[in-house]
């Protein structure tokens, strides 16, 4: 028998528009049944939707490819919130009983509730993570049953421009008619894919170094405690190369084969690379300058989280440009912290070997654990039209001759003219909407 049903995510990334289909069962576990890759070229800038219609028209491109490898149509999709505007805020709801009493799940349900509600000024609540409760000013890790007369949620708000959500709707519910059946924190979708709970409990800064943006995300006693958006990644570098004289194709390629941070130990990259295509070592010395920035950047955001000196587990790298060469090491002398680099969770994903191996799709692999609704197309089945029998169809046209030859004496009043009234039902759909490109 056939298995209907499936989930997909799309992660509207800085330079590739990634999308994945899969299906996920009783366990939670997926099997991935399609996947592709659309460049994002200049519809997006910093992880933020910049070019409506273009970015429209790739994410059209990019669903009818998942289409035609699964033979179904696609009617909604999760989609990735990003950003450098993104930031977590601490946020505290307080509930007084008048008297002590247990704490129920449906307590701390409505508490969490009305965090949603809460709207920073001049950005959009996107997400409410990590609660810890606290009862009569006592931290409580599990709550429920106990007696209190007053609670405290402390909560971490994934805050953002609302240009974020406003731009993805346009694109994906105005243009391309998919229902968003939910928003994603890209980052946090991160974190639960790649981070080992012993990490989270340890303490551990996950860091997303992207194409437009990097990301840090800091953990701690297994909770998200800290999150912040450098606006610099892989493509600020290519752009440095590009500098020396290269149209940006070019300047991309020579950073993927021949850039590296750091020393080498076997054989060192001096000198030009096929005769006069490119001077490495001073290739090498830019890419250096920017990656110092960022990594002095990631310094002093780790100092202001507070938590620089409770990091036991060290630094998580995970991102396309994290594949640069020497980076691991460089990063690890500079942040005099261990790092390593992140990969998927097996637990999750039974199959696609190749994609979990890839970091550019990570966050669209991440997406797919919080999804649970159905994104398979239903199409509505045609109403079918009963035929009357013939006799009775017969029977009717009799009747009304024989109305016609004993016409009442109401009609011959109106000079004999016999008049029927018909019922006319139209099925009217309107399509509306102003859509406009909104800029961060």
């Known amino acids: 028998m056939e298995q209907t049903g499936f989930i997909v995510g799309i992660d509207l990334g800085t330079s590739k528009i990634v999308g994945v289909l899969g299906r996920k069962n009783e366990q939670g576990v997926i099997t991935i049944l399609s996947s592709e890759i659309i460049p994002a070229d200049s519809c997006m800038k910093y992880g933020v939707i910049y070019n409506i219609d273009e970015a429209a028209g790739k994410v059209k491109k990019l669903i009818s490819l998942l289409e035609n490898k699964v033979g179904k149509k696609i009617g909604k999709v999760y989609v990735s919130i990003n950003g450098r505007s993104l930031r977590a805020i601490e946020h505290v709801e307080t509930k007084v009983l008048d008297q002590e009493e247990p704490i129920t799940f449906f307590m701390l ?15 959009t609540n996107y997400s409410v993570l990590s609660p810890e ?17 007053s609670i405290e949620g402390h909560y971490r ?10 731009n993805i709707s346009k694109v994906i519910s105005e243009k391309a008619q998919l229902d968003v059946a939910g928003y994603i924190v890209g980052q946090f979708a991160n974190g639960v894919l790649v981070l080992d709970e012993a990490d989270r409990k340890a303490g551990c800064a996950l860091v997303d170094f992207g194409a437009g943006t990097t990301t840090l995300s800091i953990y701690k006693d297994g909770l998200l405690r800290y ?15 590009q500098a020396l004289g290269f149209v940006f194709e070019a300047a991309e390629s020579y950073k993927i084969k021949y850039g590296r941070l750091g020393k080498k130990k076997d054989t060192p990259n001096t000198g030009r690379v096929n005769h006069s295509d490119i001077d490495v070592k001073e290739m090498n010395k830019v890419i250096q300058l920017r990656a110092d920035e960022i990594i002095l950047n990631l310094i002093n955001q780790i100092k202001e989280s507070g938590y620089e000196n409770k990091l036991e587990a060290g630094i998580v790298t995970i991102g396309g440009a994290s ?9 690890a002398d500079k942040t005099k912290l261990p790092v390593k680099r992140g990969t998927v969770k097996r637990v999750y994903i039974n199959n696609a070997a190749e994609l979990i191996q890839n970091p550019i799709y990570t966050q669209s692999l991440g997406i797919l654990l919080f999804a649970n609704e159905n994104c398979e197309k239903k199409e509505n089945p045609k109403p079918i039209i009963e035929e009357q029998p013939q006799q009775a169809v017969d029977t009717k046209i009799e009747k009304e001759e024989e109305i016609e030859e004993k016409p009442s004496k109401k009609s011959k009043k109106k000079d004999g003219k016999q008049k029927s009234l018909f019922d006319i039902f139209e099925k009217i759909q309107n399509f509306g909407g102003t859509m406009f490109k909104e800029e961060e």
Do not use: H, W
């Not at 349900?109 to 950005?123: G, I, R, S, T, V």
């Not at 708000?157 to 406003?166: H, Q, Y």
């Not at 999150?227 to 190369?241: A, C, E, H, Y």
């Open 157 to 166: 708000l994934i805050a953002g421009r609302p240009n974020i959500k406003n």
């Open 133 to 149: 409760y606290y009862l009569n000013g006592k931290y409580e890790e599990d709550p429920i049953d106990k007696l209190a007369s």
């Open 109 to 123: 349900d409505k508490m969490e509730q009305q965090a949603k509600l809460n709207k920073p000024d001049f950005f």
């Open 323 to 331: 594949q640069l060469d020497g980076l691991t090491e460089y990063l």
């Open 227 to 241: 999150m912040s958006v450098i606006p610099f990644g892989g493509r600020t570098i290519t752009k440095d190369i």
